[in-house]
């Protein structure tokens, strides 16, 4: 099975991203393309589907687009080109986002840029923007399709104040996943689907991670593109005690282990 290879599974269409041989047979790793699961990613045994089936290019009947115009066929391409990520080198955000421009905020968004992989620790003094910075690489990472699942992890008084910042200054929309919210999803879907994978890009309080062992295991089962963590000086190794690991630091440690 080739990676790119279009296939219908489950009355869905998804094009496939992996493939592995495994002893229970041929395990395809796909991302959806239509309908309600566009976007998402799964996984499936190809024996066990009995609905399976490889869209083959030579077999797509084309129509005829009867649209004033060819309006639809006008609007799938725009939708095309605008969802296409960019392969510039350069960052596109720095002075279009609703802040004020200063230079020392460009320098952590081109060393992420600069970075195969991110990762960056961004220790500027209080009052100078850390959540600005983080926001401007954020939206950098998402033109370039390298941060389609977000994760912000936050102390429970800077929920609504991170969650604000991203909407109203870069459009980001993160679903905030406080005690209550994983109540009432727990209670809403199938016992084994896991809370973090029916929202792509969520904040949560790192005191919730701290308390519900579940939520960690949930973790555990779920990866994301771009993993935030504010505050995280206070996850570092106590000085006090031989350097013991607290709960805070094994839980940063356990996140960096989920991002790409």
């Known amino acids: 099975m080739n990676v790119g290879t279009m296939i219908r599974v489950r009355s869905s269409t998804w094009k496939v991203v992996g493939h592995e041989r495994r002893a229970h047979g041929n395990v395809v790793s796909c991302r959806g393309m239509s309908g309600i699961v566009k976007g998402?990613?799964?996984?499936?045994?190809?024996?066990?589907?009995?609905?399976?089936?490889?869209?083959h290019p030579t077999k797509i009947a084309?129509?005829?687009?009867?649209?004033?115009?060819?309006?639809?066929?006008?609007?799938?391409?725009?939708?095309?080109?605008?969802?296409?990520?960019?392969?510039?080198?350069?960052?596109?955000t720095l002075g279009k986002a609703a802040i004020d421009d200063l230079a020392f905020q460009h320098v952590p968004v081109e060393m992420a840029l600069a970075q195969d992989r991110v990762r960056l620790l961004l220790a500027d003094d209080v009052g100078l923007g850390k959540t600005l910075e983080?926001?401007?690489?954020?939206?950098?990472?998402?033109?370039?399709?390298?941060a389609e699942r977000i994760l912000v992890v936050t102390t429970r008084a800077m929920l609504g104040?991170?969650?604000?910042?991203?909407?109203?200054?870069?459009?980001?929309?993160?679903?905030?996943?406080?005690?209550?919210?994983?109540?009432?999803?727990?209670?809403?879907?199938?016992?084994?689907y896991n809370v973090f994978d029916q929202f792509d890009r969520s904040i949560v309080s790192i005191d919730t991670l701290k308390q519900d062992s579940q939520i960690r295991a949930a973790i555990e089962q779920s990866n994301w593109d771009l993993i935030i963590i504010?505050?995280?000086?206070?996850?570092?190794?106590?000085?006090?005690?031989?350097?013991?690991?607290?709960l805070r630091s094994k839980l940063a440690k356990l996140l960096s282990r989920k991002a790409d």
């Open 40 to 55: 998402k990613t799964a996984r499936f045994v190809v024996e066990l589907e009995d609905d399976y089936a490889v869209l």
């Open 134 to 146: 983080a926001g401007l690489i954020t939206s950098e990472l998402i033109l370039r399709g390298r």
């Open 62 to 92: 084309l129509e005829h687009d009867k649209s004033a115009g060819f309006l639809d066929t006008k609007l799938f391409l725009e939708s095309a080109f605008r969802s296409t990520p960019t392969t510039t080198s350069q960052p596109l």
């Open 230 to 246: 504010d505050e995280a000086h206070n996850a570092a190794k106590r000085a006090r005690g031989g350097g013991t690991e607290s």
């Open 161 to 192: 104040q991170f969650q604000k910042e991203f909407w109203t200054r870069f459009s980001i929309p993160l679903s905030r996943l406080d005690s209550a919210a994983i109540r009432r999803m727990r209670n809403q879907i199938p016992a084994q």
